[in-house]
């Protein structure tokens, strides 16, 4: 008797003998090569398409004849000329191997192909979601051995997938009769593998083989927007995003006049609850819309949010977060069903998972970044820091991982900033400031004109320059600071002090003008004293809550920093260490994360194991309690002036050239420091 | 150092020696004796009550001092002067051995006490209920260790109760923070354990030692009634039972013309579960105010119902039910929750055990009485026979059992029948007919008396006699038969024929006078050739039915007859037997088993582990399709005769002394055994 042939796969390299006759699907599947199947063989689905190569492979050691593999069939055929088949390629269930064949699996018919990010920082998510499809036969039923239909369907899918116990809901057990009837003994089963669950749960059932997709949404529930990333579960990509501002803004800006709100009002927190539902599911629908896609194939949701926001989204009211000691009705993941949040936008079986929360004050959407940023597995000592109207701050490395929450306020969003704004069309993001001539230019959003080119009118139009966002205080207050005008307690100096008319008495202090388009009936642009208080606040908690872990670790500085969030992907970092925002660290190792807590989210929809993973890794993270902490306070209050820039940042050196000024104090001392906002 | 006290429990005679100081309870766990305790062992709950014994014990070879124990406490004082401890009572937790001793658990202190039923079979049911209270005290919170109310009763469970995992819903996460902080950090939970769930979940939270108590219901969902027992869930015992009409039946009186409905009329099934739905909550609601408990305390409810109304139940078209081959949407047994059956009057975090259904015609009420007469356990082979529109058969023993369904009709329930009625006072019940005069007297609901006594018009009263009830019409049938008024074909004579005027002629058959009201304004009550036809037609069927199992088993007689159902429980076996209704059997095997899938409801409801049990038993019964056996058709054939009554009966043989009869058929062929009703 002959040797059987050999059948090599790539990329994976795994390879054995076959008896001729064996379809390349099921070598594939004893090997525990990853290729995709939904109809297990059946010639329908396609998705175990694969590319044969024909040669000599010295590397491989083989030579592969043409006859290698049965040739085209007409199972093939059909397929080709109905949906068409890319050139080279076969259907692994129909391909039946003769002689040695190495066999390619091309991306797309990988059940587990990895996904990578288009951000800087490259991560790869690999394809594993919680829902798939499977296609099965059903047994029909027989009066002589009664069994009912759904247990005939449990049993295809043990004979058929190999898969073990199988549980289903309601929804389906209403419509398991018609629907294997209509599809005359096969049927589709969208099945879910909670990573908590000893079973498999039937979602949803579709008659024959169904050519639909499956999706999920990846939910950022921030208290100011809402954002939502609708997700193919097969491939990972994004179909569409979008996001709405947060309803629950007319209960309180901020998250502690939303407990407020929940405390003084009773039944206020069941309000709340129902208009951030609301919000979600319109944004969800919409989403649909968009995407031309069944809302009921929609099977999964991933949450990320602060605690407040997670309590209320629950509908769980929030009281307890708002006073010490910040206790949450529950910290660990929750795996919940669309019908516990109410959330109609989705298939009615649909499945929730909500990160865990870190503590009291740092919630799912810090699990997220971590799930993103992965500080655990950091080989560098990594700050991040997620900034919002709180700033979330992960330091950590492989060795350990700690985790606080700093109630920066909503400053660094525009707000409490005289001519602040959010980020949109108009307002000013980026400011320089001549050190010499202490002339200012900027740049608004809209544009990528400076001021000072003469297009730069013309460029805005009409949207003209409307107020300053929260880079752009940043720069300017930084900017001020190298220029001069700013002392390092945070003065602005006077005309007089500083040489330039821009600055303009207001009262006991002083503003700088930064743009006067009051000629054209627009507005006079300035900061002002309260806008550098307000910003020196913020920094401090943000600095202080970076500098307790550095202290709780044992460090003096970090060896890398990450901007998370919309505001960090649009901060410089330049600005942001000559502010004192974060602790010291080479410029080049500042980087910007874009979205991580979106991002996380997407990871944890597209890969269950990442569930797991995520909460492994929260349960090690030691959380740093910034409230009673005497130390925050110390370095909240030292980290109030505004740095003289040095060493080990020469480029800054070369820029801040000047030396330090100081003008007087009159009028500054009402604010400074010791004020504090709880969990703005 | 001297020997450790030994420690002897009655009634379990376990013993071990434990050092000097130990509680009882503490002594009595390690032994794994069954002392119960809801709040483990703080002198709070008072359920681990036990009787030391003093003296003498030459059985267990000790002596027992008086200081054996520690003496009453504190604790122990406060408790009896509050709630009254009975004499010789002590708190498990609170006295500690010091000496030998010998300590009787009492059975109110037993978890799982045994719950003797009062019927004549007297089956043991063990309380092990799936839901049970447990008191925790919770740590509180703490910044420093962040974790949420959840995670802290959890652990509270796990290291005061030895609970692994424990979920938990919406519904308690929602009231888990003011639950826990309104008991000063000290809460008890209705936990529950399903028999398939690899975890506890906590179904309601109350703060502090909640005083109160868990209950169930048990409900058996008939065709034509609906009958609920509320049921303490702790001891077993029925706080209160009740019954409600099955609303359905305006859809259709028998299941045949429910699922008619459902195919004719789109939405008609959903129609029906509403009504049936409504019905059990009213029902429930009811029994709650009935036995003045709150409704929220009704932790679980348990259905036995046949196939059609378990899918009306639970939302599914019946559809399938109606054609061969009678496919179930499912078979297995289901555990749901309250909300998925909208079921509104227990606590909506309860839970729902539904038995499994056998076949497509032998549903959950047939498991009922599986698990309550155990046919699978039995040494002789028992045949077991619950009547109603339909009839369950089961035949077995310990070897092997059988399962069928027999489309009776509801010529048992009164239905079909000229004067028929359903059981209520005033309806005929018992008959006799003397074999020489061919005189009837009979006896009516509601009064013990019989028609020749005379004060029976006088007792009776005004409700009169106002028809004749199922087993009214089985005994006439079988006194007309014995006193020669019907021959073996089932033909009435003449008044000729017979010799009595009471024969009368109506067309071409006749009818025999049972009572005449008239001359008083009330019915003229006769047994019509029509009637005795549709009880022909019922027995041949139950009769085809049982034979066709006995055939499968090989065997020409049964070894014990169990009637089961309100109609089995009035029944009188020996006029069933000569009505040829069961095989022969002897009289004194005869048993009547009461509602027993009610009983059956009860122990799924009281037992967890027998839930497991009535599935394991229902995967191994063999089902025989009655629609599908040729040899069921020639059995209902040769069963539409009369038998005459025969050995081993003596005592019928000395009632039945006439020599048989036989009249002519003129007007007896139009119905004759081939007309058949489907699954009625």
Redesign the interface.
């Known amino acids: 008797m002959s040797t059987d042939p050999l059948v090599i796969f790539t990329p994976s390299g795994k390879r054995g003998r076959f008896p001729a006759g064996t379809p390349v699907l099921t070598a594939a599947r004893q090997l525990g090569v990853d290729l995709d199947s939904v109809c297990g063989g059946r010639g329908i689905c396609s998705k175990c398409q694969i590319t044969p190569s024909y040669g000599e492979f010295s590397k491989h050691g083989v030579t592969v004849a043409e006859d290698a593999l049965t040739e085209f069939n007409e199972v093939e055929a059909r397929y080709d000329r109905i949906r068409g088949l890319k050139e080279g390629r076969r259907l692994g269930c129909q391909a039946k191997v003769q002689r040695d064949v190495v066999i390619d699996v091309p991306p797309e018919s990988q059940v587990h192909k990895q996904v990578v990010r288009k951000e800087a920082t490259m991560r790869d998510i690999v394809m594993d979601p919680a829902t798939r499809l499977y296609y099965v036969e059903v047994a029909?039923?027989?009066?002589?051995?009664?069994?009912?239909?759904?247990?005939r369907l449990q049993r295809a899918l043990a004979e058929q997938w190999e898969i073990g116990e199988v549980r289903t809901?309601?929804a389906v057990?209403?419509k398991?009769?018609?629907v294997v009837r209509k599809g005359n003994w096969t049927a589709t089963v969208a099945l879910y593998k909670g990573h908590n669950d000893?079973h498999d749960t039937i979602l949803d059932i579709w008659p024959g083989f169904f050519e639909g997709r499956l999706y999920g949404l990846a939910i950022d529930l921030g208290s100011t927007t809402i954002a939502a990333h609708l997700t193919d579960l097969r491939n990972g990509s994004v179909l569409h995003s979008a996001g709405v501002m947060n309803p629950q803004i007319r209960f309180g800006e901020d998250l502690m006049s939303r407990v407020s709100y929940a405390m003084m009002n009773p039944g206020g927190d069941v309000e709340m609850t129902a208009v951030v539902r609301g919000a979600i599911n319109a944004l969800a629908q919409s989403l649909a819309a968009e995407a031309a896609i069944d809302p009921g194939q929609v099977m999964e949701a991933v949450f990320v949010c602060n605690p407040v926001m997670h309590h209320l989204l629950?509908?769980?009211?929030p009281?307890?977060l708002g006073q010490?000691?910040?206790?949450?009705?529950?910290?660990?993941a929750l795996s919940?069903t669309a019908p516990?949040l109410e959330l109609t936008a989705m298939n009615p079986s649909g499945r929730v998972y909500i990160l865990p929360?870190?503590?009291?004050h740092?919630g799912a959407d810090c699990a997220a970044v971590a799930l993103s940023e992965e500080p655990h597995k950091s080989d560098d000592l990594v700050l991040i820091v997620d900034v919002g109207t709180n700033a979330e701050i992960l330091l950590g490395d492989k060795s350990r991982v700690l985790a606080c929450s700093s109630p920066t306020g909503p400053a660094f969003e525009g707000a409490q900033i005289s001519s602040g704004q959010r980020a949109a069309p108009g307002a000013i993001e980026r400011v320089e400031i001549d050190p010499a001539t202490k002339e200012s230019r900027f740049r608004v959003i809209g544009s990528d004109l400076w001021s000072d080119d003469p297009a730069f009118a013309e460029a805005i139009g009409a949207t003209g320059v409307s107020g300053i966002c929260g880079s752009g205080i940043i720069e300017a207050v930084a900017e001020m600071r190298m220029a001069g005008i700013v002392d390092g307690s945070g003065l602005i100096g006077s005309a007089e002090q500083v040489g330039t008319p821009r600055c303009e008495a207001t009262g006991r202090t002083h503003s700088y003008l930064l743009f006067d388009g009051s000629a054209e009936g627009g507005p006079r642009i300035s900061v002002t004293q309260g806008d550098i208080r307000a910003i020196q606040l913020a920094k401090s908690a943000l600095y202080a809550g970076a500098r307790l872990l550095m202290d709780e670790m044992g460090v003096d500085k970090v060896e890398r920093v990450v901007l998370a969030g919309a505001f960090g992907a649009h901060i410089s970092p330049k600005h942001a260490m000559v502010l004192g925002m974060i602790p010291d660290a080479p410029l080049d190792r500042v980087f910007s994360a874009g979205n991580a807590a979106g991002t996380g989210a997407r990871i944890a929809l597209c890969n269950v194991a990442s569930r797991r993973e995520i909460e492994e890794t929260v349960h090690r993270i030691t959380?740093v309690?910034t409230?009673?902490e005497p130390r925050f306070q110390e370095h909240f209050v030292a980290a109030n002036a505004i740095p003289h820039a040095t060493a080990p940042f020469p480029e800054l050196h070369k820029i801040v050239t000047l030396p330090d000024v100081s003008f007087n104090t009159a009028g500054s001392g009402e604010d400074g420091g010791r004020r504090r906002r709880r969990r703005g």
Do not use: W, Y
Request: proline share 9%; net charge negative.
């Open positions: 029909e039923p027989d009066m002589h051995e009664p069994t009912g239909d759904l247990e809901g309601m057990l209403r398991l009769q018609p000893t629950l509908g769980i009211d009281v307890e010490a000691p910040f206790a949450l009705a529950t910290s660990n919940l516990d929360c870190i503590a009291g740092v959380k309690e409230a009673i």
